[in-house]
């Protein structure tokens, strides 16, 4: 199975746990561990969560809408 995934950081969880490498390492570990490939990463850095205006994740519904994921 092939995935893509969505990770997304804000400025104010910059300083957590929650960094977009950490975000990244446990996505592709779960891939792994499902035998699929991660094809693709979409990365959004200092984005609020309360807007779905971000631009990987505009692109990322863009993909899906033209079925490239």
Not at 8 to 30: H, L, P, Y
Not at 51 to 58: G, K, L, S, W
Request: aromatic fraction near 8%; include cysteine.
């Amino acid at each position: 199975m092939r995935y893509a995934a969505y990770v997304r950081i804000s400025s104010e969880e910059q300083v957590g746990n929650f960094s977009i490498d950490a975000q990244k390492r446990a996505i592709d570990q779960w891939v792994k561990a499902q035998g699929g490939s991660l094809v693709k990463i979409y990365a959004d850095e200092a984005q609020s969560g309360r807007t779905i205006d971000r631009p990987e994740f505009q692109n990322m519904r863009r993909d899906c809408q033209e079925e490239q994921i």
